[in-house]
């Protein structure tokens, strides 16, 4: 994240006890779902290609 203040938010959200939930919501209340969501499905694509590939498992790639 380019925005300092936000940053510090999610960082802060993330520690401890309950840190998904408080992750979850100032991702809400700074409204960059959108981001978070793109970012977390372009993280998860090459580990589940890599356990496909590992299974000899086919999958489209769309």
């Known amino acids: 994240m380019e925005n300092e203040s936000v940053q510090e ?3 802060a ?4 006890r ?3 939930q408080r ?9 960059i779902q959108d981001v978070w969501f793109e970012f ?7 580990i589940v290609r890599e356990f ?3 299974n000899k498992l086919k ?3 769309k």
């Open 9 to 11: 938010r999610l960082l």
């Open 13 to 16: 959200a993330i520690d401890g």
């Open 18 to 20: 309950g840190s998904f």
């Open 23 to 31: 992750f979850k919501k100032t991702v809400y209340e700074e409204g």
């Open 40 to 46: 977390r499905l372009n993280s998860i694509k090459p």
């Open 52 to 54: 496909l590939d590992a």
């Open 59 to 61: 999958y489209s790639d």
